[in-house]
């Protein structure tokens, strides 16, 4: 019985990568990944001649020079093979690093195997309540057209901006990306430093929720694990974490 790797077009596995987002069942921060051209390599698993699932290496952007597995999927009824698979992935990709989220199991699990200097990259958080932030004046402006955002949700590319003004002022930015798995958008503000620490952040992020769910988008968002004031802000405005980003460097056999 013998495990390969077969490089091949992300097309080949897009029936695959559907059954994989079904089983995450959240926002994959890396899909966005497989639509950037250049960026990424795609293998094609199999034990004995069957198709048992498949593998994604990052070699562009910001990986480049530097090959990085972040997806590795394996069919239910072959998970008995996952280390076989994974080791034929490894031999002909070539991988030297890994990048993936806590809470996919199997790729989890082949990390804390194969890689050491294991650290977190960012924290991943889903949206958990409600909440009823008052504004404390600020107004929100909507800074992208209509148009603009419904081609980013229809592209899975971008997004729209907005911003909160009080007393005239810009006080805070922020907006919603949709380059992720449908049906996700990342939320992320920016608060000016003199106003901060006044709920406004809170605040922006509790309607970028609300703009969210009105265009048909669940929210979700990350952040380092040392930014302490944007975990809280984020927490305040009804987001917890579920998952953190980790990167390591694979071990030599």
């Keep these: 019985m013998r495990a390969t790797a077969t490089p091949t077009q992300p097309e080949t596995v897009l029936p695959l990568r559907v059954r994989y987002r079904h089983e995450m069942n959240c926002q994959i921060v890396h899909d966005s990944i497989h639509r950037r051209a250049g960026w990424t390599t795609t293998y094609l698993l199999h034990f004995d001649g069957a198709v048992a699932g498949f593998g994604s290496v990052a070699i ?18 072959d998970r008995s093979r996952v280390f076989d698979l994974f080791d034929a992935l490894l031999g002909t990709s070539g991988a030297k690093l890994m990048e993936v989220q806590s809470n996919d199991t199997l790729n989890a699990v082949m990390l804390h195997t194969y890689a050491r200097e294991i650290r977190t990259e960012a924290i991943v ?46 006080a805070a930015t922020g907006g919603i990306l949709f380059h992720y798995n449908v049906p996700y958008g990342d939320v992320y503000m920016d608060v000016v430093e003199s106003v901060r620490r006044r709920g406004l952040g809170a605040y922006l992020v509790q309607e970028l929720k609300r703009v969210a769910y009105e265009l048909g988008s669940i929210p979700c968002a990350r952040c380092g694990p040392d930014n302490v004031a944007s975990r809280r802000t984020l927490q305040k405005a009804g987001l917890v974490p579920y998952a953190h980003i980790l990167a390591g460097v694979i071990a030599a056999a």
């Design 60 to 77: 562009g952007g910001p990986w480049a020079g530097k090959p990085t597995i972040f997806e590795f999927y394996v069919l239910p009824a």
């Design 125 to 170: 958080f889903r949206d958990c309540f409600t909440t009823t932030l008052p504004s404390n004046g600020a107004i929100l402006r909507q800074v992208t057209t209509d148009a603009e955002t419904k081609v980013a949700i229809a592209q899975r590319q971008g997004g729209g901006e907005w911003r909160l003004e009080l007393d005239g002022t810009v």
